[in-house]
Every structure is written in structure tokens, then in C-alpha cells.
Antibody, heavy 117, light 107 residues
Framework: EVQLVESGGDLVQPGGSLRLSCAAS????????MNWVRQTPGKGLEWVAN????????NYVDSVKGRFTISRDNAKNSLFLHMDSLRVEDTAVYYC??????????WGQGTLVTVSS | DIQMTQSPSAMSASIGDRVTITCRAS??????LVWFHQKPGKVPKRLIY???SLQSGVPSRFSGSGSGTEFTLTISSLQPEDFATYYC?????????FGGGTKVEIK
């Protein structure tokens, strides 16, 4: 069974940093692009970033470029999102997700990041 | 960036109704379009990928069509469990972008 379990969400002050983790199991993690998606409470979905299977290519939404870094550890089947210079508008539930195309697809349960003073 | 315009933003429908939701891309995205729905407090669930491929386990009353810039999600006969918010996503080019969502409510 494919499982994605996020962790690391917390309450942090504006300007602070946080690292989110996503533990993957049930599939060959090292063969999959991986995504981070966020959802502001009560609002819509926003794709945040993704990373190629071997970590050699990373893409970001403009609003997080230069502040967020996506990374992965294929030996530990883990995906990360390091977030610096956090802003109030980064407050959201953050989900990790497998590639959106292809015959199967999975999201984690999400982890809540709250940026507030 | 590719903008995804989803319509309507909300709608009321009855059990058994045929429901159509549209997503329009600001530029051509081939068939790189995915549909999700999300119930309150739940994780989004993929319904359709590659514009018209039905996700395994999703009821056949859901169908997707379109290519290029115009895409449609159709529910042939709305069921009680289908009341949710529906989103499209383009995965043709980075940054990937979601539509604004369509909330389907009970009439």
C-alpha cells in the first residue's frame, strides 16, 4: 500500500524557518518525481514545488523561489521542504504528492504550517 | 505561467443531475490536465488524469474530455457522495497551476 506521511508542521513567527518531511512507502520512491502542494485554510490548492527522481531538477512556484528548497533522500525514502523567511501568507496545510500523471497517484494527509506572531 | 480558469465557481444540483465543470487554460496544454475532488476535511482525490483517463476505482459516472485549452469534467448522474469541491490542474509546464475550484452543493 502506498503511503505518504508528512511531519514538521508547526507554529512559527514571520521570518522564521521550518523543515517539512514526507516519509514514503509502498512504491519505488527513487523512481518518482515528487511534489509539494499547499492549501490555505478554507481556500484552494496551490502547487509549491517538485523534484526529479535523482534530485537533479527542481521547480518552484514564483512566490516561494529563493525562500523554499525541496530536497530528497532516496536512501531513506524521504522528501523534504525547507522553508525560510516564512510569511503570514505561507500559512497552509502542506501535502506531499506523487506525480500527477500516470496510472496511480497518492497524497499524504498533510501537515499544518501556521505563520503568526 | 499558465492560468487555469475554472467555471462555475459554485453550483447547486440535485441527485441524478448531469453536472458539467469546465477548465480553460491560458495557453495550450495538450492533454496534461488532471481533475480532483475534495470533501471537507479530506485530502484531494484524483478522478481523471491525462484529460480523459479514469482513475482506477473511480465510478464510471465521472468522465473527462478536452485537449489544448478547453477541458470538461462531467458527472453523468450526481450522487450524494459527489457533493464536494472539484479542481483541475495543468501539469504541462512549470509552475503547475490549479483552477480556482468548483463547489458542488445540494439544491
Amino acid at each position: 500500500e502506498v503511503q505518504l506521511v508528512e511531519s514538521g508542521g508547526d507554529l512559527v513567527q514571520p521570518g522564521g524557518s521550518l523543515r517539512l518531511s514526507c516519509a514514503a512507502s509502498g512504491f519505488t520512491f527513487s523512481n518518482s518525481w515528487m511534489n509539494w502542494v499547499r492549501q490555505t485554510p478554507g481556500k484552494g490548492l496551490e502547487w509549491v514545488a517538485n523534484i526529479k527522481e535523482d534530485g537533479s531538477k527542481r521547480n518552484y512556484v514564483d512566490s516561494v523561489k529563493g525562500r523554499f528548497t525541496i530536497s530528497r533522500d532516496n536512501a531513506k525514502n524521504s522528501l523534504f521542504l525547507h522553508m525560510d523567511s516564512l510569511r503570514v501568507e505561507d500559512t497552509a496545510v502542506y501535502y506531499c504528492a506523487t506525480p500527477f500523471g500516470g496510472s496511480w497517484h497518492q497524497w499524504g494527509q498533510g501537515t499544518l504550517v501556521t505563520v503568526s506572531s | 505561467d499558465i492560468q487555469m480558469t475554472q467555471s462555475p465557481s459554485a453550483m447547486s444540483a440535485s441527485i441524478g443531475d448531469r453536472v458539467t465543470i469546465t477548465c480553460r487554460a491560458s495557453q495550450g496544454i495538450n492533454n496534461d490536465l488532471v481533475w480532483f475532488h475534495q470533501k471537507p476535511g479530506k485530502v484531494p482525490k484524483r478522478l481523471i488524469y491525462s484529460a480523459s483517463s479514469l482513475q482506477s476505482g473511480v465510478p464510471s459516472r465521472f468522465s473527462g474530455s478536452g485537449s489544448g485549452t478547453e477541458f470538461t469534467l462531467t458527472i453523468s448522474s450526481l450522487q450524494p457522495e459527489d457533493f464536494a469541491t472539484y479542481y483541475c490542474l495543468q501539469r504541462n509546464s512549470h509552475p503547475f497551476t490549479f483552477g480556482g475550484g468548483t463547489k458542488v452543493e445540494i439544491k
